[in-house]
């Protein structure tokens, strides 16, 4: 048995006119709107002629820093710790040399599980993991997003406005009376590569000179 309809107006609810009950004034009320927004200036990109060129403090896609041609990552295992998705995998294995006791064998992101939260950045005691402003990932089969040392690594070189913002963000000075050390924000492998960087410089300044040629001293001595 079919129910029995309720009217639910009220005594002092306004009707619709004829026109409003044909909607037609206002799609073109609504046509008439788009059109003239049509003259604005446009912001789009002619995709991929043109494309976005994000800011320092754009999260895109992890990538390792590699610095004098090795992965400055020491393998500690906080970023695949921190990683929500569990996105990050890897292997470690010893290194025989004085700068680090270890660097991964192999490291794996699985970018289509990556969320982009940067927090493998955040926890990497030797910002050896940062977000760069790669957003263009496209992949035909699902193997493809498994990403590994080979298309992770990018020099240091590259990514340089990346570690300035992270250097700034992580050093500036907060309000009120308390005053960040900058010794708070030290990483050990970087600042001993740096080490190792300047000390090949002064060796090579050494050796550059010719033992046979007077020295700027001595001659002034003379």
Partial sequence: MPGTPVVKSTPNERTLTFWENLYLPEIFKGLGYSASKMSLESYAFEYPEEQWYPPDSYRGRPVLVEEQGRPRCVSCGLCARSCPPLAISMQAHEVTDDIKEREPEWFEINMLRCIYCGFCEEVCPEEAIVMSKEYDLTFQHRDEAHFGLDKLL????????????????????????????????????????DYLARLEDAEATVNAIDPQEPLAEDVDAV
């Avoid at 990514?159 to 009376?177: H, K, M, T, Y």
Wanted: aromatic share 4%; proline share 8%; hydrophobic share 30%.
């Fill in 154 to 193: 990018v020099p240091k070189e590259r990514l340089v406005d990346r570690l300035e913002f992270l250097e700034r963000r992580r050093n500036g000075q907060p309000a009120g009376d308390w005053q960040h050390k900058p010794e708070n924000n030290v990483h050990t492998l970087r600042n001993r590569l």
